[in-house]
């Protein structure tokens, strides 16, 4: 997989784990909800966020 291919596959992994994150919130205003499904969707986008930052600097891409 070359670095483009890889850089889009890293930028579309935050957008989907924003999205699962957002339709959750949607879904249980107010703080209602699993809070541990909660934290997990917070967690994974931080994950797909430091997982780009680390690429990016790992192929000196920043």
């Known amino acids: ?3 483009q ?4 596959a890293l930028e579309q992994a ?3 784990a ?3 994150k957002r339709q959750f919130v949607r879904d ?3 703080g209602t909800g699993d809070k541990q499904e909660r934290t997990k ?3 994974d986008v931080e994950r797909a966020r430091r ?3 680390e690429f990016k600097v790992k ?3 920043v």
Do not use: K, S
């Not at 291919?5 to 889009?8: A, G, K, P, R």
């Open 1 to 3: 997989m070359d670095v």
């Open 5 to 8: 291919t890889q850089l889009e």
């Open 14 to 16: 935050i957008t989907d």
């Open 18 to 20: 924003e999205e699962r």
């Open 28 to 30: 249980h205003p107010n």
């Open 41 to 43: 969707l917070y967690t």
């Open 51 to 53: 997982a780009l930052r």
């Open 59 to 61: 192929n000196q891409l």
